[in-house]
Protein backbone atom coordinates (compact mmCIF):
# COMPACT_ATOMS: atom_id res chain seq x y z
CA UNK A 1 0.00 0.00 0.00
CA UNK A 2 1.08 3.53 -0.76
CA UNK A 3 -0.44 7.15 -0.64
CA UNK A 4 -1.24 9.24 -3.45
CA UNK A 5 -1.82 12.56 -3.48
CA UNK A 6 -4.13 14.99 -5.42
CA UNK A 7 -3.48 18.87 -6.21
CA UNK A 8 -4.60 21.39 -8.77
CA UNK A 9 -8.31 21.80 -7.79
CA UNK A 10 -9.54 25.85 -6.89
CA UNK A 11 -12.29 28.04 -8.20
CA UNK A 12 -12.65 28.57 -11.70
CA UNK A 13 -15.12 30.97 -13.59
CA UNK A 14 -17.66 28.46 -16.44
CA UNK A 15 -15.65 27.76 -19.63
CA UNK A 16 -12.46 27.95 -17.97
CA UNK A 17 -9.58 24.98 -17.42
CA UNK A 18 -7.96 23.45 -14.15
CA UNK A 19 -4.91 21.01 -14.42
CA UNK A 20 -5.37 18.11 -11.63
CA UNK A 21 -2.21 16.11 -10.62
CA UNK A 22 -2.20 12.42 -9.44
CA UNK A 23 1.34 11.40 -7.70
CA UNK A 24 2.46 8.58 -5.58
CA UNK A 25 4.56 9.27 -2.68
CA UNK A 26 7.86 8.11 -3.04
CA UNK A 27 6.65 5.70 -5.67
CA UNK A 28 5.81 6.06 -9.64
CA UNK A 29 2.86 5.43 -11.05
CA UNK A 30 3.94 3.80 -13.88
CA UNK A 31 3.45 -0.03 -13.30
CA UNK A 32 -0.53 1.34 -11.94
CA UNK A 33 -3.44 2.13 -13.52
CA UNK A 34 -5.05 5.14 -12.75
CA UNK A 35 -8.22 7.12 -12.96
CA UNK A 36 -10.10 9.90 -11.32
CA UNK A 37 -13.38 9.83 -9.99
CA UNK A 38 -15.66 12.58 -8.89
CA UNK A 39 -18.57 13.32 -5.84
CA UNK A 40 -20.51 15.91 -4.81
CA UNK A 41 -22.27 15.30 -1.44
CA UNK A 42 -25.66 13.17 -1.63
CA UNK A 43 -24.58 12.29 -4.88
CA UNK A 44 -22.84 8.49 -5.79
CA UNK A 45 -18.86 8.90 -7.22
CA UNK A 46 -19.13 9.06 -10.58
CA UNK A 47 -15.87 7.87 -13.36
CA UNK A 48 -14.79 10.49 -15.06
CA UNK A 49 -10.80 9.18 -16.69
CA UNK A 50 -9.23 6.51 -16.57
CA UNK A 51 -5.34 5.58 -18.19
CA UNK A 52 -3.90 2.19 -18.40
CA UNK A 53 -0.25 1.04 -17.11
CA UNK A 54 2.34 2.59 -19.83
CA UNK A 55 -0.96 4.35 -21.27
CA UNK A 56 -2.23 2.60 -24.09
CA UNK A 57 -5.66 2.56 -23.01
CA UNK A 58 -7.66 5.60 -21.78
CA UNK A 59 -11.48 5.85 -21.32
CA UNK A 60 -13.59 8.50 -20.51
CA UNK A 61 -17.49 9.37 -18.99
CA UNK A 62 -19.39 10.76 -21.38
CA UNK A 63 -20.19 13.83 -19.60
CA UNK A 64 -16.19 14.55 -20.29
CA UNK A 65 -15.38 13.61 -23.60
CA UNK A 66 -13.80 16.33 -25.30
CA UNK A 67 -13.49 18.42 -22.57
CA UNK A 68 -11.25 16.46 -20.34
CA UNK A 69 -7.90 14.19 -21.26
CA UNK A 70 -6.04 12.42 -19.21
CA UNK A 71 -2.26 11.80 -19.67
CA UNK A 72 1.02 10.54 -18.03
CA UNK A 73 3.89 12.89 -17.44
CA UNK A 74 7.52 11.69 -19.10
CA UNK A 75 8.87 10.45 -16.20
CA UNK A 76 5.95 8.10 -15.45
CA UNK A 77 5.24 9.88 -12.10
CA UNK A 78 2.10 11.86 -12.08
CA UNK A 79 -0.61 11.45 -13.95
CA UNK A 80 -2.81 14.29 -14.74
CA UNK A 81 -5.97 15.00 -15.47
CA UNK A 82 -6.40 19.00 -18.13
CA UNK A 83 -10.33 20.06 -17.84
CA UNK A 84 -11.48 22.42 -20.25
CA UNK A 85 -14.78 24.22 -20.66
CA UNK A 86 -15.56 23.75 -17.32
CA UNK A 87 -19.23 24.01 -16.10
CA UNK A 88 -21.03 24.51 -13.02
CA UNK A 89 -21.42 20.97 -13.25
CA UNK A 90 -18.55 19.65 -13.10
CA UNK A 91 -18.34 21.13 -9.34
CA UNK A 92 -17.16 18.18 -7.12
CA UNK A 93 -14.21 16.42 -5.15
CA UNK A 94 -12.00 15.34 -7.28
CA UNK A 95 -10.25 12.09 -6.24
CA UNK A 96 -7.57 10.25 -7.91
CA UNK A 97 -7.32 6.15 -7.45
CA UNK A 98 -4.92 3.47 -8.48
CA UNK A 99 -4.84 -0.12 -9.00
CA UNK A 100 -2.12 -2.71 -9.95
CA UNK A 101 -1.27 -2.66 -13.58
CA UNK A 102 -3.77 -3.44 -15.88
CA UNK A 103 -3.76 -4.06 -19.71
CA UNK A 104 -6.71 -1.71 -20.32
CA UNK A 105 -8.21 0.32 -18.15
CA UNK A 106 -12.25 0.43 -16.65
CA UNK A 107 -14.33 3.07 -14.60
CA UNK A 108 -16.27 0.05 -13.41
CA UNK A 109 -13.39 -1.77 -12.17
CA UNK A 110 -12.42 -1.91 -8.02
CA UNK A 111 -9.20 0.16 -7.17
CA UNK A 112 -7.20 0.08 -4.09
CA UNK A 113 -5.69 3.10 -3.44
CA UNK A 114 -7.29 6.67 -3.26
CA UNK A 115 -6.16 10.04 -2.68
CA UNK A 116 -7.73 12.37 -0.17
CA UNK A 117 -8.83 14.41 -2.64
CA UNK A 118 -9.34 17.84 -4.37
CA UNK A 119 -11.87 20.45 -4.66
CA UNK A 120 -12.96 22.00 -8.11
CA UNK A 121 -15.53 25.06 -7.53
CA UNK A 122 -17.02 26.17 -10.81
CA UNK A 123 -18.82 29.40 -10.30
CA UNK A 124 -18.95 32.62 -11.62
Known amino acids: QFDIVESGGGLVQPGGSLRLSCAGVGRTLAYYTIAWFRQVPGAEREGVAC????????TYADSVKGRFTISRDNAERTVALQMGNLQPEDTAVYYC?????????????????WGQGTQVTVSS
Open 97 to 113: AAVWFTASCDLASHYDV
Open 51 to 58: ISAYGGST
